[in-house]
């Protein structure tokens, strides 16, 4: 079991206050992101659950459990940081097993436990060599297979891809997804990735200045956005954002529509631009075009697309993929 409760969690250094309250319930077994700009609070949040800060009030339940004041060995929780805290004179066996030799587990069960870890994260070839000796991502598979061994109630992943590069990272992605299929453990995973966030997650919790702007599956943060700062912050590229009398004229202080709701046309349309920067990548082309009397707008077309810088052309959002926003900020 791994069901994580926090109730009415608060905490402050000092007089700066960190996490203002939060109530957020983690269902058994399920994968959830806890994603945000930097200091929204979302890493706070998770050393909270570790008990690695002090709350300052509020409850922390693990499987029905109050946890608040145990120890982090106390609550049944693995952890992988960001930096991979593997002892360089150590092979990969002895970096797994470390956690296990302290807790004075025997020989044998060690070496089942270790080898079950290594063959889950394709590590089995890789034991008796030093981390030194290994890629980032294999330094950050062995990080996991010493947070495997201990069989935790949850993990806790602390932006854990941040230090490999952009191929890694995908693959890394893929691997961490797997992983939770093969395991059936709940995980929370800290990101300031919201394309880890969409990719990876069960459930993301959006974070801002410590409060939670909204929870939801990926795709319902990105088919209804509950205000503008998810909806600014969901969505690669992000949404486009519309003021004025544009906004107005369709009954709203702010109208967002994501790029592929934009229809491009040569002869008509709601909105007329000139075509600005091209982006090509392939399988789409992102177009910045910029509109008369609104501004910039990123538009997703087809990779084959030939307009080009300077072109005029008319843009139309697709209908009933608008969204519209009140002078508050929030979804109407």
Known sequence: MGEIRLDK???TFGSTVVIPQIDLDIADNEFVVFVGPSGCGKSTLLRLIAGLEDTTSGKILIDGEDMTARAPAKRGLSMVFQSYALYPHMSVFGNIAFPLKMAGMDKAAIEEKVR?????LNLTDYLERRPGQLSGGQRQRVAIGRAIVREPKAFLFDEPL???D???RGSMRLEISELHHKLQTTMIYVTHDQVEAMTMADKIVVLNAGYIEQVGSPLELYRSPTNLFVAGFIGSPRMNLITG???E???AATVGVRPEHLQLSTTEGLWKGTVGIAEHLGSDTFLHVDMDGIGQ????ADGEVSMRHGDSIFVTPVNGRVHKFNKEGEAL
């Open 245 to 247: 009398a544009e906004a």
């Open 297 to 300: 707008l990123t538009v997703r």
């Open 116 to 120: 079950d870890a290594a063959r889950i």
């Open 166 to 168: 952009a191929a890694l």
């Open 9 to 11: 969690v608060h905490k």
């Open 162 to 164: 941040s230090n490999l």
């Open 249 to 251: 004229k369709l009954g």
